[in-house]
């Protein structure tokens, strides 16, 4: 017995071929909406380091693209320069620093930023207010009436070792 070959596989399935055209046409509209998403991106990046820091070396535009393409948002690397000119501090190397911070500890968006730089600011203030209060449990206030300090005074000029 025969068996028959069905009409669309005898002359190459056109029906499989246009379902693979269209996903490819998809995914090609995909990819060129990312490449178009990320040009946009640098070029705000590399707009405001030239507006706000110093003309942009193809060094620090590489760079750029780096930090990028490995999933930090241009809203973070152009906040991260923003720290740098609060701080006067406009060189590349000082906003590489914060953004491989950033990198490290897994902040991709300039809102997981302010994030953390709320949490690091409540921190140091806490530990500020721990020191002072240890530094107040050091010490003991003594207080002295008039007579007793004009006395230790006294002391002190002829040669005593208190006050």
């Not at 490449?35 to 590399?46: E, S």
Request: a neutral charge.
């Amino acid at each position: 017995m025969k068996t028959r070959t069905p009409y669309p596989l005898k002359y190459g399935n056109p029906i499989h071929q246009k379902t693979e055209d269209n996903i490819t046409s998809i995914n090609n509209k995909e990819e060129e909406e990312r490449k178009k998403f990320f040009q946009q991106d640098l070029k705000k990046v590399i707009n405001f380091y030239e507006n706000n820091i110093t003309l942009i070396t193809p060094y620090v535009a590489e760079d750029m693209e780096k930090y990028l393409q490995e999933g930090l948002t241009a809203g973070l690397i152009i906040k991260a320069m923003q720290e740098a000119v609060d701080r006067n501090a406009r060189s590349w190397k000082y906003i590489k620093s914060i953004l491989n911070d950033c990198y490290n500890n897994k902040v991709k968006t300039a809102e997981q930023f302010k994030i953390r730089q709320e949490e690091f600011k409540s921190n140091k203030n806490h530990n500020q207010s721990k020191v002072k209060t240890e530094e107040k449990e050091d010490y003991e206030e003594v207080e002295y009436t008039e007579e007793e300090y004009r006395k230790k005074l006294y002391e002190k000029q002829k040669g005593g070792n208190d006050v």
